[in-house]
């Protein structure tokens, strides 16, 4: 884990937000952005060289009194020179074991539909597609998904 501010982890989401702006180049970010105040939990990726090439962040959500706690996924994002390696499956791994240890048993995100790849990604890790959520309800464009841990 390392803090939102590490300058990694900074730059990473830099690359991320370049790669989404290309795709949503007239759509914003849903929602407030996550920020140092509101993630809980975020996590790098590094290859054999020790460089960073993959992270992701939890952020709580209030899933409401009937539901267990839950997180909403932020920020997943490999590089692309590192795709199809198992960075994703690492990092997603590392943030539901970290949701599990607080207790989180929900874990939900949102995707674009310009990101095929994401989409069959976390269809494969098991997330089911579910109806939007908090800022993303009536958003054009969002896909969410949600996986209940054990």
Request: charged share 30%.
């Amino acid at each position: 884990m390392v803090p939102w501010d590490d300058a990694e982890a900074v730059a990473l989401r830099e690359r991320q937000e370049a790669e989404l702006l290309a795709r949503y180049m007239e759509h914003g970010e849903p929602g407030a952005p996550p920020s140092a105040a509101d993630m809980a939990v975020f996590v790098l990726a590094r290859d054999e060289a020790g460089t960073a090439v993959g992270c992701g962040g939890l952020r709580r959500l209030d899933m409401g009194p009937l539901e267990p706690a839950g997180a909403e996924l932020k920020r997943m994002y490999v590089v692309p020179e590192s795709r199809g390696t198992g960075v994703a499956e690492i990092v997603l791994k590392a943030l539901e074991d970290q949701a599990a240890q607080n207790g989180w048993r929900t874990l939900r995100l949102a995707t674009g539909d310009r990101q095929p790849d994401a989409i069959r990604f976390y269809a494969r890790a098991g997330y089911a597609e579910i109806e939007p959520f908090g800022p993303y309800v009536g958003v054009e464009l969002v896909r969410c998904f949600e996986r209940r841990l054990r």
